[in-house]
């Protein structure tokens, strides 16, 4: 288990986010990376938070970690972004960085939670009713929301149906439809935690 980040306690809050930016670079350890990732996103979720992480280039942080192979650094990195996402500012943010591709790839996770965040990642940088960027509602994210909304997970299942309702036209809706039935190729639904059955 990797050891707590070395903070002095009476540093302050943009101190601490500081000292783990700064241990998130240097450190060799993909634990200690995971820990420290893991860490920067719950502090995503706090809005008094936003201002010191886009000082610290928290975003760009989250956005460059989205390309690693390690999923863990993926989850954690796209948990990050989606916390940070409501608020106008790192919106712009993520959409001026070029990060709608970068979001839209962790569709194809493996990880459940991965793809979750990213879901709901768009839906946050969208707007409902006006088509603010056309890289949100593509043909082949509307493609991947209809088969999100067939998953067996509820949650998944759920959060695809608000996305197509919501933010897709349905004149998009039955386009991808109709692209989808002549299509083989597609994005894997998420493995999903299935209880050991006895």
């Known amino acids: 288990m990797a050891q707590k980040p070395k903070v002095d306690p009476h540093v ?13 670079q240097e450190t060799e350890s993909q634990d200690a990376k995971e820990q420290v990732l893991a860490n ?16 610290l280039q928290v975003l760009d942080l ?4 989205l390309s690693e192979e390690n999923e863990n650094l993926v989850k954690f990195a796209i948990g990050g972004l989606c916390n940070l996402s ?20 962790c569709l194809s996770s493996p990880d459940e939670e991965t793809v979750l965040s990213a879901v709901t990642t768009l839906m946050y940088l969208n707007s409902p009713g006006r088509c603010s960027h056309p890289e949100l509602t593509s043909m082949p994210v509307v493609q ?13 299942q759920n959060l695809a149906q608000i996305f197509l309702e919501d933010f897709c036209s349905p004149s998009q809706v039955a386009e991808a439809r109709s692209q989808q039935a002549h299509s083989a190729l597609g994005i894997p639904l998420p493995k999903t935690e299935t209880p050991q059955q006895p």
């Open 12 to 24: 302050g809050r943009l101190g601490y986010l500081q000292a783990l930016v700064t241990e998130f």
């Open 40 to 55: 920067l996103a719950n502090f995503a979720y706090d809005p008094g938070n936003y201002q010191y992480l886009r000082q």
């Open 62 to 65: 989250f956005l460059d970690s």
């Open 86 to 105: 409501p608020d106008r500012a790192n919106k712009e943010h993520i959409l001026q960085a070029g990060g709608i591709p970068l979001i839209t790839n």
């Open 144 to 156: 991947c929301m209809l088969r999100f909304s067939l998953s067996a997970n509820t949650r998944l």
